[in-house]
């Protein structure tokens, strides 16, 4: 075959591939090499100044241990005087301007310094201006010198069959790019923290990516990579990042408030079954069913009632309880929502003002010994939640403190240790005491339920 035919055949074959990808979503144009062969590179080359590696100093697990925090102790045993240990992951620039880089929790999690390096390998001593355990989102701040920032895209626009480009640089390997597609969409049940919504990609997403962006063929960032499925850590082709928009929300408090305030709608819900289906009229399974609603909350004020299907959060779709607590979860206190709700075959407009947290007890609680700079009461007659959930409650958390930085609050209402109910401080205490690699803590906050991880 003639080669000039063969590279017009080729290029014909990129721009059906190209123009697949970008259907409906987006308006990329195929790009060539020298040599008329399809390529990444110019999108690639555009996007990775502002993908950045983090390098942590985080505390020993040693320095926990009273007895080597005895100076005469460590110097017998001929120890240093400051025990450190390294982590690294990767980092996103969303704001030249101000220097903003996103990053998951667990990468800068008990980090006491964090060194940001660009990919022209300059480094910057990194601020943490905040960080959400719930989403698994951080953020940093470092000093805005010459920055390149990613434009954030739309997540909410992501359709399964969208290329994708996954993007790290792990510490001593220098920067990562993988390529694929959204595999799915609103994945749950991870385990990860609390507010679930991940995109699914077969993308490789290793650990030292963690952090890092998952772009669009515009390349507009849609998601943070955060979560891998595989053996002792390793990428079987199943890769999850927190979509874009999340962590846009997750970026705006925190840059307001320093953490994402979380309020109180005053519900309780519940996925649909078939059965629910059959039984509500509904035509789908998507939506999210109301449960309960607690008097006099702002649901209540609004006219929720048990049984209403909610479809729609201020008029965009809801597919699941977890989609509408994950967005519930990231609507400001004081700021007014709209609900779209089913309810004996009408569609019926709500609207309501999120509240802010109830406060439940006056109390100033007990200290724990293995969470340093927390204390809780247990939940006795008449406080509102007597008779109503069984736990302690967080009647204050020192900032900085180590509870703090595992992201418990005031007001959480902690209910578990280990997937084990614990009702007593006694309880707790002596599940805490038997968790000597870290243990997982089951809390309530203010509607939703969160899983703590402390290491």
């Known amino acids: 075959m003639h080669p000039g035919l063969i590279r017009l055949l080729w290029r014909a074959l990129a721009a059906m591939l190209f123009v697949a990808a970008s259907a409906s979503v987006y308006a990329a144009q195929p790009q060539f090499d020298g040599r008329g062969l399809p390529t990444l590179a110019p999108l690639v080359n555009e996007v990775t100044p502002a993908v950045v590696n983090i390098s942590v100093v985080t505390r020993s697990p040693i320095e926990d241990n009273p007895l080597f925090r005895d100076p005469f102790f460590r110097r017998f045993f001929n120890l240093p005087d400051r025990p450190r240990e390294q982590a690294a992951g990767s980092g996103v620039i969303v704001d030249a301007a101000r220097g903003y880089v996103l990053t998951n929790h667990h990468v800068i999690k008990d980090a006491e310094q964090a060194i940001v390096t660009l990919k022209d390998r300059r480094q910057f001593q990194a601020k943490l201006v905040g960080t959400d355990p719930g989403t698994d989102i951080a953020v940093l701040q470092i000093e805005p010198q010459n920055l390149t920032a990613l434009k954030f895209g739309d997540s909410d626009t992501l359709q399964v069959g969208d290329y994708v480009i996954a993007i790290g640089n792990p510490f001593g390997i220098g920067q990562t790019v993988t390529s694929g597609i959204v595999s799915a969409l609103g994945r749950t049940g991870l385990s990860v923290e609390g507010y679930e919504d991940f995109i699914q990609t077969d993308a490789s997403i290793n650990p030292g990516n963690s952090g890092g962006a ?45 953490e994402v305030r979380r309020g109180r709608l005053g519900i309780e819900m519940a996925d649909l079954t078939p059965e629910l289906a059959k039984k509500l009229g509904a035509a789908s399974l998507d939506g999210a069913l109301i449960a309960a609603v607690q008097s006099g909350s702002p649901a209540d004020k609004a006219g929720l009632r048990e049984g209403d299907l909610v479809v729609a959060l201020n008029g965009r779709a809801i597919r699941s309880v977890a989609e509408l607590r994950a967005r519930l979860g990231l609507t400001p206190v004081g700021e007014e929502i709209e609900l779209r709700v089913n309810r004996g075959g009408a569609t019926r407009v709500l609207r309501t003002r999120i509240a802010a947290p109830q406060e439940v007890t006056g ?67 002596a599940a805490l005491r038997g968790a000597e690699r870290g243990f997982a803590v089951n809390l309530l906050r203010g509607d939703f339920n969160i899983t703590l991880l402390v290491r």
């Open 214 to 258: 998952l772009v669009n063929m515009r390349g507009e960032l849609v998601g943070i990579n955060s979560a891998i499925i595989g053996p002792a850590g390793g990428n079987v082709g199943i890769g999850f990042a927190v979509p874009a928009n999340m962590a846009r929300a997750v970026l705006n408090q925190i840059a307001r408030y320093g």
């Open 363 to 429: 109390r100033e609680g007990q200290a724990v010994p293995q969470l340093p700079g927390m204390k809780v009461v247990e939940i006795e007659r008449g406080s509102p939640l007597y008779q109503r959930i069984q736990g302690l409650i967080v009647t204050a958390v020192e900032q900085g403190s180590r509870a703090w930085q595992a992201g418990f609050r005031p007001g959480d209402i902690i209910y578990g240790v280990n997937r084990k109910r614990v009702r007593t401080l006694a309880e707790f205490q």
